[in-house]
């Protein structure tokens, strides 16, 4: 079976973490991660089935105004990635993985 992801891309570190916390407790979904797109973009990835995607995202768009400042950039759900996005992006899920299974990839500092 194949899951569903969802994205969320925000401004800000603090923003992404709320929306990463509020997906994962709202729905029974599998945070991927959080991919550093650009200098404070950072995109949330989950999976799960469509239905608790669905939730998990809504849950997350909701929780952007808890955060001072926090801005939504873009969010998106594919119900049923092909198998070949499975391999180029960090989102292969496993049942036997039900928890972080990436690193938070934050951008370098400006300053040495």
Same mark, same amino acid.
């Given at each position: &079976?194949?899951?569903?992801?969802? &994205?969320?891309?925000?401004?800000?570190?603090? %923003? @992404?973490? *709320? /929306?990463?916390?509020? &997906?994962?407790?709202?729905?029974?979904?599998?945070?991927?991660?959080?991919?550093?797109?650009?200098?404070?973009?950072? %995109?949330?990835?989950?999976?799960?089935?469509?239905? +608790?995607?669905?939730?998990? /995202? %809504? @849950?997350? !768009?909701? $929780?952007?105004?808890?955060?001072?400042?926090?801005? !939504?950039? #873009?969010? =998106?759900?594919?119900?049923?990635? =092909? *198998?070949?996005? +499975?391999? @180029? !992006?960090?989102?292969? =899920? $496993?049942?036997?993985?039900?928890?972080?299974? $990436?690193?938070?990839?934050?951008?370098?500092?400006? #300053?040495?």
């Amino acid at each position: &079976m194949t899951l569903a992801l969802g &994205m969320v891309e925000v401004y800000g570190v603090p %923003t @992404a973490l *709320e /929306v990463g916390d509020a &997906m994962c407790k709202a729905a029974r979904i599998t945070l991927v991660g959080y991919e550093n797109t650009d200098l404070g973009r950072l %995109t949330v990835l989950i999976r799960g089935n469509v239905g +608790e995607v669905n939730v998990a /995202v %809504t @849950a997350g !768009l909701k $929780s952007i105004a808890k955060v001072n400042g926090g801005e !939504l950039l #873009s969010y =998106h759900i594919i119900p049923r990635p =092909h *198998e070949n996005l +499975e391999y @180029a !992006l960090p989102i292969h =899920h $496993s049942q036997n993985v039900n928890n972080f299974n $990436s690193d938070i990839n934050f951008p370098p500092p400006l #300053s040495p």
